[in-house]
């Protein structure tokens, strides 16, 4: 159980165009996902909490406006990477928890690798 | 972000050693706590977690909390080369949603 599938696994394109990353939870309905980001060798930075039905939550310092959130159901949100550059590259990975309470992890998709040219 | 701070290591241990991983926090009133171990290029998957102070075991996984310390660490018994990956430490804070903040990892290398 607590199956979090994230698509495309890959994407490469070019500076100014937008891409759209689709996270679902499989076998849960998740009210609130959240999407990291991290860049090579370094850690998972958490970009922004989706709520579903609702505005996303975004973290000091990552730009609403660039990075797009959609929850519109409870098993479906997205990220969309606005006008891309060169230095948006980087592992795009999106989770969700499927129980409430403090032993409950987080369950993550498999993750976005971005390469913008 | 809320502070997670972990040796980046390289660490190395010998194949059958015990490997020690540590992992300090900023925010006191943190609830619970995580470990994720990522292979390269993969998404972290969950080794286990703790809430109480002391110590919880899982097979050849121990993991460790001090609260008064703000201190957490995982210890992995009988090291396998399979175990060579990088440890995620994922600190849940209080008065927050269900987001985790995550440490900056600590790669371990098991040798055989």
Known sequence: GAVVSQHPSRV????GTSVKIECRSLDFQAT???WYRQFPKKSLMLMATSNEGSKATYEQGVEKDKFLINHASLTLS????TSAHPEDSSFYICSARNLPGLGSPLHFGNGTRLTVT | QKEVEQNSGPLSVPEGAIASLNCTYSDRGSQSFFWYRQYSGK?????????SNGDKEDGRFTAQLNKASQYVSLLIRDSQPSDSATYLCAVRPQGTGNQFYFGTGTSLTVIP
């Open chain 2, 43 to 51: 998404s972290p998957e969950l080794i286990m977690f703790i809430y």
């Open chain 1, 78 to 81: 997205t990220l969309t990477v």
């Open chain 1, 12 to 15: 490469i394109c070019k500076s």
């Open chain 1, 32 to 34: 609130t996902m959240f």
